[in-house]
DNA sequence: TCACTGGATTTTGTATACAAATTAAATTAA
DNA sequence: TTAATTTAATTTGTATACAAAATCCAGTGA
């Protein structure tokens, strides 16, 4: 378990729930659990608390946020100022190989039967994720991703995302042909769309939950 | 030189051109430098690196990254987007005596004659962050802070300062008293005024020195 | 001259040990 | 019983020492 990779699994485990919303993270356990020393423990959850995949949970002691409607709405409602504009900037950008790839990405999520809604949703990412790089904007795509990755963890209910799989991925395909056909202005609307929508029934969903 | 308070220092001094732009921050340097081991400038360095304080600059080292035109304009961007978001999530909570006191930060800033270009910009951010808090988004509140770290690099020439601190000033009352009215999007539209004009100066400003 | 290899040197990464702080528990007093 | 306070336990923070890796540079060859 390298350092780099200690992060990333501590992450990845922090999504698939293995250190569930609310429980403390406490070194001493993470490091007997990873078989390391605290110290790239420490390293790994210095990073992760900047990226807020983990919080204060008192004077010193650290915790994995708990998932609340309210903070999902938030998530969502940044996306939605953010990604628009991160398509806008990369527009101009948007090569026909680059929609090329794009599209191929579709088709394999099509063609792929066996996908968990784990790695459906990594490709459906990746999808925006390559729209977006063409804008070449490290700031803004730096906030997007760490954006993604809270919004991640909510995505393990998946109720949601099997509903909305159709429609989700039938938006990305008409999103790909209004950028084929130079129609910005149209393109971010669907996007804004179905970045709301996605938000409001996740947000729906978690206080169906609470209540 | 306690932990969070090195965190702290070091990201100052960054701010303040002790380690400047480009410079090669090695760990044994700043644990000498600040008299601590290196154990504590790791934790410091790992949260200004997933904040973008510093970068990577190579396969291990890091770097306090280059201030450029592009990534300037691409920040302020970020920021016409947000921080619009933010006063209108704030607004409906906006209370007389929380207007009250962002009235007193703007006469404190007015009165006091030996402010230092520094200081003056971290009441000037206080104004802005104190209405933003209202709209008790904690995500968007962690975000806006973040992106006024990284601008608050560019701001160390004083010549726009300057410049621009007068009229500055005055829109912060305008603000303030369209609030007060109620007047919700004349207040958003002035505040993207006031954040695109500052961008734009600073941009032109970074352009005219690398020409 | 330039690219490249090999090894020396520097720098980062990690483990262990200990100090300081926080958290939890137990005791006491109201 | 409840709240406050002291004490014990756990947990985090830091220093030092060593391992691993990356960087630098001289030497070689084209």
Chains 1, 2 share one sequence.
Not at 107 to 136: C, K, P, T, V
């Amino acid at each position: 378990m390298t350092k780099a990779s200690l992060y990333q699994q501590l992450k990845q485990d922090i999504r698939q729930g293995i250190w569930p919303a609310g429980a403390v993270l406490n070194q001493q356990k993470l490091s007997e659990h990873y078989q390391v020393s605290r110290i790239p423990v420490r390293d790994a959850l210095q990073q992760l608390k900047a990226e807020a995949l983990v919080v204060m949970a008192g004077k010193a002691s650290l915790m994995v946020p708990p998932l609340t409607a309210a903070e999902a709405e938030e998530l969502y409602q940044i996306r939605l100022q953010l990604e628009p504009m991160a398509l806008r900037r990369a527009f101009p950008q948007l090569s026909f190989s680059l929609l090329g790839q794009a599209e191929d990405l579709l088709h394999r999520i099509e063609q792929d039967q066996h996908l968990s809604a784990a790695d459906r949703g990594a490709l459906n990412w990746q999808f925006h994720l390559m729209l977006y790089q063409a804008s070449q904007c490290p700031h803004l795509l730096r906030l997007l991703h760490s954006l993604h990755q809270q919004v991640e963890r909510y995505l393990g209910f998946q109720e949601i995302s099997m509903n909305y799989a159709d429609t989700s991925h039938q938006e990305h395909w008409q999103l790909l042909e209004l950028l084929r056909a130079q129609q910005l202005e149209t393109a971010i609307a669907l996007l804004q769309q179905h970045i709301q929508q996605a938000g409001e029934l996740l947000v729906a969903h978690l206080r169906a939950l609470t209540k």
